[in-house]
Protein backbone atom coordinates (compact mmCIF):
# COMPACT_ATOMS: atom_id res chain seq x y z
CA UNK A 1 0.00 0.00 0.00
CA UNK A 2 2.78 2.51 0.87
CA UNK A 3 4.31 1.65 -2.46
CA UNK A 4 1.27 2.78 -4.19
CA UNK A 5 0.71 5.90 -2.57
CA UNK A 6 4.69 6.68 -3.31
CA UNK A 7 4.00 6.26 -7.25
CA UNK A 8 0.92 8.26 -6.94
CA UNK A 9 2.86 10.96 -5.24
CA UNK A 10 5.89 11.11 -7.89
CA UNK A 11 3.24 10.87 -10.74
CA UNK A 12 1.60 14.18 -9.85
CA UNK A 13 4.94 16.05 -8.44
CA UNK A 14 6.62 15.16 -12.29
CA UNK A 15 3.34 16.17 -13.37
CA UNK A 16 3.65 19.60 -11.90
CA UNK A 17 7.89 19.28 -13.40
CA UNK A 18 6.06 17.98 -16.31
CA UNK A 19 4.30 21.80 -16.61
CA UNK A 20 7.15 23.65 -16.94
CA UNK A 21 8.97 21.91 -19.21
CA UNK A 22 6.33 20.95 -22.11
CA UNK A 23 5.57 24.76 -22.22
CA UNK A 24 9.07 25.66 -22.22
CA UNK A 25 8.39 28.29 -19.13
CA UNK A 26 11.95 28.83 -18.20
CA UNK A 27 11.15 32.79 -17.66
CA UNK A 28 8.86 35.24 -17.08
CA UNK A 29 7.55 35.93 -20.06
CA UNK A 30 6.72 32.23 -20.72
CA UNK A 31 4.70 31.82 -17.05
CA UNK A 32 2.39 28.93 -17.23
CA UNK A 33 -0.90 28.64 -15.25
CA UNK A 34 -0.92 25.95 -12.42
CA UNK A 35 -4.15 24.65 -11.08
CA UNK A 36 -3.32 21.84 -8.94
CA UNK A 37 -5.25 18.72 -9.26
CA UNK A 38 -4.76 17.42 -5.72
CA UNK A 39 -3.29 18.95 -2.59
CA UNK A 40 0.36 16.71 -2.95
CA UNK A 41 1.23 19.14 -6.38
CA UNK A 42 0.19 22.50 -4.31
CA UNK A 43 2.22 21.78 -1.34
CA UNK A 44 5.12 20.54 -3.88
CA UNK A 45 4.32 23.72 -5.81
CA UNK A 46 5.01 25.66 -2.72
CA UNK A 47 8.40 24.18 -1.90
CA UNK A 48 9.60 24.64 -5.14
CA UNK A 49 9.08 28.17 -4.79
CA UNK A 50 10.50 28.25 -0.80
CA UNK A 51 13.48 26.60 -2.44
CA UNK A 52 13.71 29.33 -5.33
CA UNK A 53 13.38 26.86 -8.38
CA UNK A 54 9.71 27.86 -9.39
CA UNK A 55 8.96 31.91 -9.39
CA UNK A 56 5.78 33.58 -10.12
CA UNK A 57 5.05 35.77 -12.82
CA UNK A 58 2.16 37.29 -12.29
CA UNK A 59 -1.72 36.03 -10.11
CA UNK A 60 -1.31 32.13 -10.69
CA UNK A 61 1.50 32.51 -13.43
CA UNK A 62 4.57 30.60 -12.37
CA UNK A 63 8.00 29.96 -14.64
CA UNK A 64 10.93 27.27 -13.50
CA UNK A 65 14.48 28.86 -13.06
CA UNK A 66 15.99 25.87 -14.95
CA UNK A 67 19.60 26.92 -13.54
CA UNK A 68 18.53 26.68 -10.03
CA UNK A 69 16.67 23.27 -10.88
CA UNK A 70 19.17 21.72 -12.08
CA UNK A 71 21.81 22.71 -9.41
CA UNK A 72 19.14 21.68 -6.82
CA UNK A 73 18.97 18.04 -8.70
CA UNK A 74 23.04 18.12 -8.84
CA UNK A 75 23.10 18.60 -5.55
CA UNK A 76 20.85 15.68 -4.59
CA UNK A 77 22.77 13.38 -7.22
CA UNK A 78 25.87 14.22 -5.20
CA UNK A 79 24.37 13.60 -1.44
CA UNK A 80 22.96 10.32 -2.37
CA UNK A 81 26.18 8.88 -4.29
CA UNK A 82 27.85 10.13 -0.47
CA UNK A 83 25.09 7.87 1.58
CA UNK A 84 25.54 5.65 -1.11
CA UNK A 85 28.92 4.99 -0.73
CA UNK A 86 29.27 5.56 3.18
CA UNK A 87 26.70 2.46 2.97
CA UNK A 88 29.27 0.37 0.61
CA UNK A 89 31.74 1.48 2.94
CA UNK A 90 30.17 0.19 6.11
CA UNK A 91 28.84 -3.00 4.12
CA UNK A 92 32.66 -4.23 3.24
CA UNK A 93 33.73 -3.60 6.73
CA UNK A 94 31.11 -6.08 8.07
CA UNK A 95 31.86 -8.09 5.74
CA UNK A 96 35.72 -8.25 6.67
CA UNK A 97 34.84 -8.07 9.83
CA UNK A 98 33.04 -11.68 9.58
CA UNK A 99 35.68 -13.00 7.33
CA UNK A 100 38.33 -12.26 9.95
CA UNK A 101 36.09 -13.58 12.76
CA UNK A 102 35.20 -17.19 10.78
CA UNK A 103 38.76 -17.50 10.16
CA UNK A 104 39.95 -17.56 13.81
Do not use: K
Not at 44 to 72: C, K, M, N, P, T
Not at 73 to 88: D, E, H, N, P, S
Amino acid sequence: MATAAAAIIGRLRREVDQLFFDNEAFSPDRAVEFEPRAPIQQRYLEQLIAEGVVREAGSGRYWLDLHIYEELRRQRFIWTMRVLGAATIIFLVIVAVQAVQHIR
